[in-house]
Structures are given as C-alpha cells and as structure tokens.
C-alpha cells in the first residue's frame, strides 16, 4: 500500500507537558482537559488508532498553547529546547511512527529561536519549524520577525502556520469574552487568513519565493473568499480614511492574489468535503498535503473526504504523500 503521511499532527511529550505545566500554574485546568485527549500523551493508544490505516505515518509538532504565551526569553526558549530533545527522542525511537517533527520555536527571542531552530534541524533531525499567527498579540508581518523567514527559506524548509485564539477575545465589543467556542470554529481560519494576507503585503514572498508555508485547515478562509481577496482588495486603502495604503499593492512585484497560491494548504478540515474540495481547487494538486490535526482531528472521515475528491493516482500520490516528501525533502519509500 502506497504511504500516507500526515504532516500535521499533535502530542504532548511528557517531559515537555511537566514542564510547562510548572513554569505556568495557570495552565493546570487546561492540562486537566488536555489529558482526556488520551492520545495527545498515550503512545499506545495513539499507535492502535494509526494500525488502522495501514503504512500511515505522522509528522509531529506540539499543540496549542503557543510557547510564547506561557513563558518569554530563556524560559521560553528551554521549553523550545525541551519539546524539540523529546520530539525528536520519539521520531528516533519510532520511525516508521513519526518520520520527523516540526521543531518549536518562542519567537519572543528572535536570535535565539533561529539558533534552536538551527539546532534542531542540523542536530535533532527537524524538517522545519512551527509558528503560530501572532506572537503574544504581535503580528508576524512585524520587521522584528523577518529573520525567522530568512533563516527557513535559506534551508528550503517549511513553517507549520498554526491558528492561535482563545476565548478572551470576543466576539461583539460589549462582550468580555468570545462564547459558543466561535473563537476556535470561525475566529481559527480567520486568523490564519489575517496572518497569510500581512505576509503578502508585507513582501514576504517577494524577499523569498521559495518560501514554505504549510497552512493549517486549507488555508483558513481564503480559498473561499478569493473574490474578497482579490477584486476585492484590488482596491485597497478605498474603505481607510485614517491610514494611506495606496503603495502596498504597487510594491508588490505580482498581483496580490498571485501570492497566495504560493502557500501550502493541508487537508485538516474535521472531514469537511465541502471545504477541502475548494482548497484543493484553489492551491491545486501540488500545494495539498494530506493531515488530519490527529489526535485532535479525525482521521478516518478526513481520507473519506479526500476520497469524495475523484483524483487521478498520480495526484492521489502526490496529496497523501508525495507533496509532502517534496516539502521535507524526504523520501518516503
């Protein structure tokens, strides 16, 4: 059977879990909720679940919270340190479980997360990194984080782009709080999209273009919304009195909506036929990789979906395996 490599999922090493539970008490509630997500943490379990789907593999990488929320600086930076030593502990100890993993970062140290992530590619076996869409409320189009870019487009390898909101954000301003959990249905894939446009305005691509950006749950809400994205911002800075915008778009040296085909979208879409045929539509057959947010996400209604899609073997091939040995640069046999 051909492989299926899911390049985006979820766990908790414990040595990482421990410690982050200790440098931030707040969490203790959260981690009591995390722990009845029994695969986050239950290898075994995790491995029954996985024999199911034949020669399936897992690519890696940490869960919510972000790093940067629960500790800054060298505190930050040991968490970073901790997850990628057990990470890649456990792709050593299970490869044909976990292939590779996507390091972590705490971009509230720039100089010092490019070195861990230096570390973890050249020392652990990294095959990029992960970021979330803000830093601690601060955007990643902020020139402070640029290097971050840099340093991952020098090695061709991807950032893992992963959605950051909770409940303190509301939804109406007479609100204190989001409720309903619309921070995480709808406030999600709008932060993915806010993150993917600053980006594109700010020239990120233009700077590299060969970037990598895997975006998690098919590129939030732009492959939807490309008409408003588009057309729609074709004119941009119309709607804005108090800020001047008219240079943005003639900075750019392609049209706006040119740059957003240059992320990479995965499949991690909860099953939704709906949703994953219009991203695949959108970024096309070499820019979807298949993932499925495991053990937070489904797996099984996730190939279902992709199934719904009708392709061809050879974008069958590419989708759940092959766009993601090109993105890793490695080869899965």
């Not at 990643?140 to 340093?151: E, I, Q, S, T």
């Not at 932060?191 to 060969?210: I, Q, W």
């Not at 995965?266 to 057959?285: L, N, Q, R, S």
């Not at 947010?293 to 979906?305: K, Q």
Request: hydrophobic share 45%; proline share 8%; charged share 25%.
């Amino acid at each position: 059977m051909a492989p299926l490599i899911d390049i985006y999922t979820h766990i908790y090493p414990d040595r990482f879990f421990a410690e982050m539970t200790r440098v931030s008490p707040q969490l203790e509630n959260l981690g009591k909720r995390l722990r009845t997500v029994t695969k986050l943490f239950d290898l075994d379990a995790r491995f029954r679940e996985m024999d199911e789907f034949g020669d399936y593999r897992q690519v890696i990488s940490l869960p919510n919270p972000p790093i940067e929320d629960l500790a800054k600086g060298e505190v930050g930076l040991t968490l970073a340190r901790i997850a990628n030593d057990s990470m890649a502990e456990l792709c050593a100890r299970h490869p044909d479980r976990f292939p590779a993993f996507a390091a972590a970062v705490s971009l509230t140290d720039v100089d010092g997360s490019i070195a861990e992530a230096h570390r973890a590619i050249d020392q652990l076996g990294a095959r990029g990194i992960q970021i979330f869409t803000n830093v601690a409320g601060r955007p990643l189009d902020d020139p402070a984080y640029r290097p971050v870019f840099a340093a991952l487009a020098e090695r061709d390898l991807p950032i893992w782009l992963h959605p950051v909101r909770n409940a303190s954000m509301p939804d109406y301003p007479a609100e204190a709080k989001s409720r309903f959990e619309m921070w995480w249905c709808f406030g999600w894939p709008y932060d993915t999209s806010v993150a993917m446009a600053r980006l594109v305005f700010a020239g990120t691509f233009d700077r590299h273009p060969k970037l990598k950006i895997i975006t998690h749950h098919c590129g939030g809400m732009i492959p939807f919304y490309d008409g408003r994205v588009g057309p729609g911002l074709a004119v941009l800075g119309a709607r804005t009195s108090d800020e001047d915008y008219a240079a943005i778009l003639p900075s750019l040296q392609r049209p706006h909506l040119d740059y957003f085909h240059d992320f990479y979208a995965d499949t991690a879409m909860f099953g939704g036929v709906h949703g994953i045929k219009c991203g695949f539509e959108f970024f096309g057959p070499d820019r979807v990789v298949f993932a499925t947010d495991a053990p937070l996400g489904p797996i099984r209604p996730t190939i279902a979906s992709i199934e719904q899609l009708g392709l061809d073997a050879a974008n069958r091939r590419k989708l759940f395996a092959g766009n993601a040995a090109t993105l890793l640069n490695m080869p899965f046999g």
